[in-house]
């Protein structure tokens, strides 16, 4: 999965005056990383590849104004469509979202992104079910983290460890995403209340029976 979504035929921007590392945002990152080389360390990357002492020379001649423009600025990708007339309480200059394919104006989520959950009232992640081993698993029922093959790395840290469900979410594509904070996590309520959640496909879990039953968090066989 890419950190970056592009839109269909992107270009670099003006505000990459000079060839750098990849034209990505990073630029600005690495840039000031080669900066805080030494001269010792310049000089061994000089040595290295053409290319290599290129790109030193071009961050140690770059000016405060061309680095400044490295940061970045936000555009809107909609500008080029048909906009209000200048006045219009709609031409604020934020971006506007939509469905694709949908009348703006008719749509009842307003301005939230298409991939709200408020632009679908058929979805609500702190109310939505998922059965698991059959049973149902909403948010606040108890599950096991079991983690499976093709899991992420940082996930099996979490294996055998017993957590609370904060919300099931239905992703575009039709995928479910349970949303889980683990019991002996001593910030749990913290990570609740911003919404920093670890997500897990159903099959990566299994229901435990709610709390205070004296199983602690074990799983009991039917």
């Known amino acids: 999965l890419s950190p970056i979504i592009l839109y269909d035929h992107p ?55 061309e680095l400044q423009q490295l940061h970045g600025i936000l555009r809107n990708p909609h500008a080029l469509r048909e906009s209000p007339a200048p006045g219009d309480p709609g031409n604020d200059g934020f971006p506007t979202y939509f469905v694709p394919g949908a009348d703006p104006s008719a749509d ?43 899991a992420d790395a940082q996930d099996f840290f979490f294996a055998g460890q017993p957590g609370r469900v904060t919300g099931v979410h239905f ?12 019991e002996a996590d001593p910030a749990a309520e913290l990570q609740e209340w ?17 709390a205070g039953n004296g199983n602690n968090g074990k799983e009991t066989s039917p």
Request: include cysteine.
């Open 11 to 65: 270009a670099v921007a003006p505000e990459s005056s000079v060839e750098l590392f990849d034209a990505t945002e990073i630029d600005e990152i690495l840039t000031l990383r080669v900066l805080t080389l030494t001269d010792e360390e310049k000089a061994e990357a000089r040595s290295t590849d053409p290319r290599a002492a290129a790109i030193i020379e071009r961050c140690e001649n770059m000016t405060a104004e």
């Open 108 to 150: 009842p989520g307003g301005d939230a992104p298409w991939w709200d959950p408020a632009r679908d009232a058929a979805v609500d992640p702190e109310s939505d079910t998922v059965l698991i081993d059959g049973v149902p698993v909403s948010r606040g029922s108890r599950v096991l983290v079991a983690p499976q093959r093709r």
């Open 171 to 182: 992703d575009v594509d039709g995928g479910t995403h349970v949303a889980v904070v683990l």
């Open 194 to 210: 911003y919404g920093r959640y670890l997500y897990f496909s159903p099959e990566e879990l299994v229901p435990l029976p709610p």
